[in-house]
Each structure stands twice: as structure tokens, then as C-alpha cells.
Nanobody
Framework: QVQLVESGGGLVQPGGSLRLSCTTS????????MGWYRQAPGKQRELVGR???????DYPDSMKGRFTISRDYAKNTIYLQMNSLKPEDTAVYYC?????????WGQGTQVTVSS
């Protein structure tokens, strides 16, 4: 079974940046889409953005402008670049991949934005 491993979370001050990574045990070509979600304490998991096998990433309106998804085919890795972070961005960030056999989730990585 394919596994997703996230990394790059941590503590950052408001206004700072972080880049999260999600590496798959298989090829990212095998997935229809990959994306990032987040879940803050007491809130539902929400979509941050996703990228399809073909085309550019798309983001919900609430996430546009500060978050950027990219991928490295050679490393089987997608990234989430987060800029101008705010305390309300504090959450566990999850990587997700969707393929013909279903959906796979990573274990999550904590991002805390605090001074």
C-alpha cells in the first residue's frame, strides 16, 4: 500500500513562512490528484489546495494568495509553500492522494503560528 509522509511542520512566528513536503512511497504519476488539507482544534478538516495529474494547482478562494502547491516528479514529492502565516493557520496539515484504488492520507504534520 502506498504511504505518504509529511514533513516540514513546526513553530513559526506570525508573518513567517514554512514549506511542507509530502513524499510518496510510489510514483506521484499513479495518482489522479494530490492535495493538502488542514484541521485546526475543534474544527473540520478543510482543503488547502490540490494538484491534478495534469494542469495547475487549484485552491479554495479562502486559501488563494498565501499558499502554493508544487511538485517534483523525480522525488515523488509535493510541497506546500506557506507565506505570511497567521495564528489562524495553526493546524495539523495532511497530505492526501487520490488514485484508482481510493484515497490515501499521510499522518499529518503540526504547524503552529505563534509569537
Amino acid at each position: 500500500q502506498v504511504q505518504l509522509v509529511e514533513s516540514g511542520g513546526g513553530l513559526v512566528q506570525p508573518g513567517g513562512s514554512l514549506r511542507l513536503s509530502c513524499t510518496t512511497s510510489g510514483s506521484i504519476f499513479s495518482f489522479t490528484s494530490m492535495g493538502w488539507y488542514r484541521q485546526a482544534p475543534g474544527k473540520q478538516r478543510e482543503l488547502v489546495g490540490r494538484i491534478f495529474k495534469i494542469g495547475s494547482p487549484d485552491y479554495p478562494d479562502s486559501m488563494k494568495g498565501r499558499f502554493t502547491i508544487s511538485r517534483d516528479y523525480a522525488k515523488n514529492t509535493i510541497y506546500l509553500q506557506m507565506n505570511s502565516l497567521k495564528p489562524e493557520d495553526t493546524a495539523v496539515y495532511y497530505c492526501n492522494a487520490v488514485g484508482t484504488s481510493g484515497s490515501v492520507w499521510g499522518q499529518g504534520t503540526q504547524v503552529t503560528v505563534s509569537s
